[in-house]
């Protein structure tokens, strides 16, 4: 099924997140198709550098997602 931007938008607001997550999630699973920029690169470093030197300071992503979507 394709669907236009003209008819995305008329779908309901929890029909649009359903949708941007789906099309979301199908971008996350082909990483190696995405280019990152520079500052991108060192941005992800940079919190990769903070992840390790505190692995607990932040959440699971199942648990984000669910807070996000549960409202």
Do not use: F, H
Request: a negative charge; aromatic letters at 4%.
């Amino acid at each position: 099924m394709k669907i236009s931007a003209a008819d995305a938008l008329e779908l309901s607001v929890p029909e649009r997140i359903k949708l941007v997550t789906e099309i979301w999630d199908s971008i996350a699973e082909c990483p190696e198709q995405i280019e990152l920029t520079d500052a991108t690169r060192q941005l992800l470093r940079k919190r990769l550098a903070a992840y390790r030197t505190n692995p607990d300071a932040g959440s699971p992503w199942e648990d984000v997602k669910r807070r996000i979507l549960n409202g």
